[in-house]
């Protein structure tokens, strides 16, 4: 039985969203997904369905649409938001800023505004570890680690995102409020009916080197051999998508126990970093595929190695990573199975 505890997830039917409404709903709240599909699919919430067993609400509307999206604070009495509704690709962000200052910043204004105008409290933000830029001789980020320029305007509209809620903040000081700043997220739900649905040809490494060992991509090329790493390649914390979705649980749950109004920031990642290569290896030796890959150039913007430190996490939400690294692995392999047999 539910108790109908309703937490607003913006971009729920999203890769995290999705993941994360699972988990809000076995630990008893009713999670509201807002989503317009402009970058996820309808199956996506046949997926969550037949994950809990349960109808799932979903309103298909535009957040940056103000008057749609008062609506559902009108009809509901919320108890929480996870916004995560964003444009999130590095690359296009590089060649339409506009798209993602318009779409990512109105999102979020609009979100945050009623949520303060419906006295809506528990405010959890989708941050990402790209705020810390490229961090000087740093590569165990902490929280208190100094926040520089990200590589991309996709990296500035959250690093915005955080400049914003710490202003609303301070004129609204009973607000609670936490930016969780993401790793790299990767794998899939273990029941394989949800995961990634990249739009086209993916950016992140995880579905490029799925789809390549499935034949959908020709090749995988791992950008640059000369980074200062332990084998040339770049180093980034992987952490398993579900395990993330419970960091969101955790979050709504501090944040509902404190008394006081706050705003703080925590990393959510695994605290360790593996090479490029690493991620392909341990593919090749889970799966037995073999990855046709090849060294090419350097990608613009990518820092050489970054991962989380992650003892915050466990402090203040009593939250770790406890899938493995291999089991995250395994899941993105057999949702890309399952996906080919959906278009089978
Ligand atoms: N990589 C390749 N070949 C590919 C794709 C990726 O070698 O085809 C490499 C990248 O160069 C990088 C690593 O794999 O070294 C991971 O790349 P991703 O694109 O998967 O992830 P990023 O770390 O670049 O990006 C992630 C998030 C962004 C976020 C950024 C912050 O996807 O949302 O971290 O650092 F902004």
């Known amino acids: 039985m539910q108790n109908e505890k309703f937490i607003l997830v913006t971009g729920g039917a999203g890769y995290i969203g999705s993941h994360t409404v699972v988990e809000l709903y076995s630990n008893g709240y009713t999670p509201i997904i807002l989503d317009d599909f402009r970058n996820s699919s309808k199956l996506v919430i ?29 009809n509901y009495k919320i108890n929480g938001v996870i916004h995560f509704a964003a444009y999130k690709a590095v690359g296009e962000s590089v060649l339409d800023p506009l798209k993602y200052y318009k779409n990512n910043i109105i999102g979020l204004l609009n979100v945050l505004e009623l949520s303060a105008k419906y006295d809506v409290r528990p405010f959890v933000f989708s941050s990402s570890c790209t705020v810390y830029g490229e961090p000087k001789g740093i590569k165990e980020v902490k929280e208190s680690t100094p926040l520089s320029k990200p590589s991309s305007p996709y990296g500035n509209t959250k690093l915005i995102g955080e400049q914003i809620l710490n202003d609303f903040f301070v004129s609204q000081p009973t607000a609670k409020i936490l930016n969780l700043r993401y790793f ?13 649905l990249p739009n086209g040809k993916p950016n992140n490494l995880l579905p490029y080197i799925t789809q390549t060992a499935i034949g959908k991509l020709k090749e995988l090329v791992v950008h640059g051999n000369d980074y200062p790493t ?4 770049c180093v980034r914390d992987y952490i398993h998508v579900c395990d993330l979705a419970k960091a969101h649980v ?8 404190e008394t006081q109004g706050l705003i703080d920031a925590v990393n959510v990642g ?4 593996k090479t490029v290569l690493e991620v392909i290896k341990t593919f090749e030796s889970i799966t037995g595929e073999k990855i046709n890959w090849r060294f090419g150039p350097r990608r613009a913007g990518d820092v050489d190695e970054i991962y989380a430190n992650s003892a915050k996490s466990k402090e203040l939400l009593n939250w770790e990573a406890v899938h493995s690294f291999e089991d995250a692995i395994l ?6 199975n399952k996906l080919r047999k959906n278009d089978e």
């Open 230 to 233: 332990k084998d040339g390649s």
């Open 250 to 257: 955790k979050a709504l749950n501090y944040l509902e126990n």
């Open 270 to 273: 695994t605290g360790q970093g």
């Open 46 to 74: 046949e997926g969550i369905e037949k994950i809990i067993g349960e109808k799932i609400q979903f309103h298909e509307i535009d957040i940056c649409d103000y008057v749609q999206l008062e609506q559902i604070f009108r």
């Open 331 to 336: 899941h993105a392999w057999l949702w890309e």
């Open 184 to 196: 790299n997220p990767i794998g899939a739900h273990p029941s394989s009916l949800i995961g990634e």
